[in-house]
C-alpha cells in the first residue's frame, strides 16, 4: 500500500524486472524508452519512511515537509502514516494503562 516495490514488469511477457535494467531477462525484450520517473525529479528515499516509523507523527510532518515539494503524492504518505502511528500508539499505551488499572484494583481484597 505505502511501500514501492522496486521492480517493475516487462510490457511483453509480464516477467519481474529490475527497475535499472532496460532488457527483460526472461524474453530479451528491450524497452524502447525508459518509463520510469523522470530523472529531473530524484526518487524520494525510502529512509524517510523509517524516520516516519520512529518518530510517529513529528516524523511524519518532517517527512512530509522535506518531500512535498518535489514529491507530494509520497509526502502525503508520510503524513498519513506518522498520524495512523501515533494514533495505534496512543491506543497501545491506553490499553497498557488500563491494563495496569485493572491490575491493581483486580488486587484489593474484597
Ligand atoms: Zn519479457
Not at 524474453?27 to 524508452?33: A, L, N, T, V
Not at 510517529?56 to 515537509?65: H, L, R, S
Not at 512535498?68 to 498520524?83: E, M, Q, T, V, Y
Amino acid at each position: 500500500m505505502f511501500w514501492q516495490k522496486s521492480i517493475k514488469f516487462c510490457p511483453k511477457c509480464g516477467a519481474e524486472m529490475d527497475l535499472s535494467s532496460r532488457r527483460c531477462s526472461r524474453c530479451g525484450f528491450e524497452e524502447p524508452f525508459s518509463f520510469q520517473e523522470s530523472p529531473l525529479s530524484p526518487k524520494t528515499s525510502n529512509w524517510w519512511y523509517l524516520v516516519v516509523v520512529l518518530f510517529g507523527f513529528f516524523g511524519g510532518i518532517v517527512a512530509w515537509a522535506a518531500n512535498r515539494s518535489r514529491d507530494p503524492k509520497k509526502a502525503i504518505h508520510f503524513l498519513i502514516l506518522g498520524i495512523i502511528l501515533q494514533v495505534l500508539e496512543m491506543i497501545i499505551s491506553m490499553l497498557i494503562v488500563f491494563n495496569l488499572v485493572f491490575r491493581v484494583f483486580e488486587g484489593y481484597p474484597k
